[in-house]
């Protein structure tokens, strides 16, 4: 295996090995507090051992949550059946437009994806995720939120 100085392999849950960039910083201010709200343990919990690399704060919301528990997220992952998800999306685009907001499925469904994009995702994807996906995504929101808000 070759040797990138600025990246380290890291041993996936799935026992691939991937690789995640240590120079590249993306957050918006300190650590991210991630929520995550109707997604499968299974896929919960791999989205938690990739955040909890960065170090980022992750807190766990029941599906039936009022919208005003999410509002002081920086970024939101939620899963579920497509009524699920896409009431709180509505929910939390008319109170806080900006906050990012990643719809994660382990069946992706080509109408599901296009009501949650329409709807105001910022992303849909499908599980399970690997570690380099989820530290994509967090870097791409954030990179597209600080252009928005600068």
């Excluded at 993306?26 to 051992?49: D, M, P, Y």
Aim: glycine share 6%; proline share 5%; charged share 25%.
């Amino acid at each position: 295996m070759r040797h990138f100085p600025q990246y380290r392999a890291c041993k996936g849950w799935n026992s691939q090995v991937v690789f995640i960039g240590i120079r590249r910083a993306f957050r918006v201010r300190g650590r991210n507090k991630v929520f995550l709200t109707c997604i499968e343990e299974s896929v919960a919990h791999g989205i938690q051992r990739a955040l909890a690399i960065e170090k980022h704060e992750i807190e766990y919301r029941p599906c039936n949550a009022p919208v005003d528990d999410f509002l002081d997220a920086d970024i939101v992952f939620a899963g579920g059946d497509g009524k699920q998800y896409l009431a709180l999306l509505r929910g939390i685009r008319q109170a806080k437009p900006a906050l990012p907001f990643v719809v994660v499925t382990r069946l992706p469904e080509t109408s599901d994806w296009l009501d949650a994009l329409e709807a105001g995702a910022t992303d849909y994807c499908s599980a399970p995720l690997e570690l380099r996906q989820i530290s994509w995504l967090m870097e791409t929101v954030f990179h597209q939120l600080r252009r928005t808000t600068a």
